[in-house]
Structures are given as C-alpha cells and as structure tokens.
C-alpha cells in the first residue's frame, strides 16, 4: 500500500475530521477549519451527503439490490454501506474501494472486528482503473457478477482530475453492471446555487486547488448524464435533502440549494 502523505491535505481525512472522525491528521484539520471560514456550511454539508447515502442505499435494498460496490468510499464512519443495507437485509455484500491508504486500513480493521469476510471486502485502488477494480472486486466473490449491483459513487467523481475522463470511466462501470443494477451518483455543483453559498464555494474550490486537490462542480446537465440510459427513479436528479427526504433525516431541508450537491438514483433496464 502506498504510503500515508502527511505533507498534503486529503480530501478523505478532510472529510473524515468534518464528519468528527479520528482518521486525520494536524495538516488535515487546520485546512478543515480554513476551508470551514470560508464555506461555514461545509461540515453540515458533509453529513447531507451520509444522510443522502443512507437513503439512497436504503431505497437500492427496498428495490431489489442485495450487494454494492462503493466506489471512493471514504473513511469508515457512521452508517456505512453494508451497515444500512444489513438493518433490512442481514446478508448484504459490499465491496469498498478507495485511493486513499488511511481510508482503506481503517476500514480493514472495522471489517478485520466486525466484519464478515464473506460479506465485505475492502480494496485499495483507483477506481479511474475500471477493469482492474472490476476484476479485483470480483475477485473477493462477495460479489455476484449474474445478480444486479448497487455501484455508488457518492461524493467522489468531482474530485477526478482530469475530468475529462469522467463520463469515460462512468460509462465504463455503466457497461459492466448486470441488468436491474442501480448506479447513485452525489455530486458537487455551482448550478442554481444561492449567491451567497456560490461565492463562498468557489472560494472553497479555489483553496482546495491551492492545496493540491483538484475540485469540479459542474452543471446539472453534466452530472445527469453520468446515468447514461439509466432511468432516473423519482425524484430524479434532486437537491441532496431533496432526495427521499421522507426515509430518514435529512438536513437543510428548508434551503436545501445551499448545500451546493445533487444526486439520484438510476436502473439499468
Ligand atoms: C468526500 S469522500 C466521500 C466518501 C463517501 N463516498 C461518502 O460519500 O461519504 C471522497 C472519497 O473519494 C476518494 N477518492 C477520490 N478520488 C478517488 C479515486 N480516483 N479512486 C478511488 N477513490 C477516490 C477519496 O479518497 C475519499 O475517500
């Protein structure tokens, strides 16, 4: 596993300290907290992003899915993938995959102690590398190829650099799920967003640049062809507090264009 950089910030640990995890560092807190000068709405947007998460993975095992692949995963924290899906389905699978090496020894330790081999996997890798993350995923047989999947790529194909690869490598995923498979998709963009949160988020993306993270919001047409032919289950591409807000909480229900992230559920026919 490549080694930790403690030089940079990481976009996992970042996150991680605003979900008040411990998997961080000195250097990943104290642009935590410039980020959060800047973009106070920050650390409430972090945790609209689980809650959309849990819906979403809620509303993929109501409608069939019993196995995901969780692409940019993150730091494990509360209500993780295989956790939600187990309270309404005890023999869920999950795979994890993450770039970041912090993010993925934690989460082999939380599985190591409470997890079930058979049942959840976690993988270092790329997930820009389609065929090799594919390949590796299958090759931990949590996942069944001939069933449908549940592929979540929650919070993480904004930070792809370039981003021109990006419709490549989600078309590519799109290619390999089996009919009936659910793809979520929550993303960060500048669309419609309220004056006040746009100024403070470019300020954000701009501090993220400086640090070496490359950051992309973009329009909502853009993101809604991430799905492809996918068919968009209602509500379709939303506001993230928009989304489902009936199965589980869900903040900033009342301004919810000022988190700054859209998101939706599509199924392979
Ligand atoms: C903001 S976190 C989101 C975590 C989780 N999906 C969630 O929504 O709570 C973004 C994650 O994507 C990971 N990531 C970014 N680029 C990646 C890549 N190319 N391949 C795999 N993981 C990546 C980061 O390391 C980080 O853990």
């Given amino acids: 596993m490549d080694a930790v950089d403690l030089d940079h910030p990481n976009s996992a640990r970042v996150y991680d300290y605003f979900l008040g995890g411990t998997a961080n560092w000195a250097i990943d807190r104290v642009f935590g907290d410039e980020l959060s000068k800047l973009v106070p709405i920050?650390?409430?947007?972090?945790?609209?992003?689980?809650?959309?998460l849990?819906?979403?993975v809620r509303h993929a095992v109501r409608n069939g899915i019993t196995q995901f692949l969780d692409l940019g995963s993150g730091v494990p924290t509360v209500g993780n993938v295989h956790e939600v899906a187990d309270t309404?389905?005890?023999e869920s699978r999950c795979v994890y995959v993450d770039c970041?090496?912090?993010?993925?020894a934690h989460a082999k330790v939380l599985l190591e102690r409470h997890g079930d081999p058979a049942r959840q996997a976690v993988l270092h890798a790329d997930l820009r590398d389609v065929d090799?993350?594919?390949?590796?995923a299958l090759a931990t047989r949590v996942l069944d190829p001939t069933q449908p999947i549940g592929l979540l790529m929650v919070s993480v194909l904004h930070f792809l650099d370039p981003q021109e690869e990006v419709p490549g490598v989600v078309a590519a995923y799109r290619d390999l799920l089996?009919?009936?498979s659910q793809l979520v998709i929550s993303h960060a963009t500048f669309d419609a967003v309220p004056d006040e949160q746009l100024r403070q988020f470019q300020a954000g993306v701009e501090l993220y640049r400086q640090a070496g993270i490359a950051a992309s919001p973009?329009?909502?047409?853009?993101?809604?062809?991430?799905f492809g032919?996918?068919?968009?289950?209602?509500?379709?591409l939303t506001w993230l507090p928009e989304w489902h807000v009936n199965d589980g909480p869900a903040l900033l229900r009342e301004q919810p264009a000022a988190c700054c992230f859209v998101g939706g559920l599509g199924v392979k026919r």
């Fill in 88 to 90: 309404i389905d005890p």
């Fill in 132 to 136: 090799a993350v594919w390949k590796a």
């Fill in 100 to 104: 970041e090496p912090v993010a993925v």
């Fill in 54 to 56: 849990g819906r979403a």
């Fill in 218 to 226: 973009r329009d909502r047409e853009t993101i809604r062809s991430y």
């Fill in 178 to 180: 089996p009919p009936g």
């Fill in 229 to 236: 032919d996918f068919e968009l289950a209602e509500p379709g």
């Fill in 42 to 52: 920050i650390r409430i947007g972090a945790r609209v992003n689980r809650e959309f």
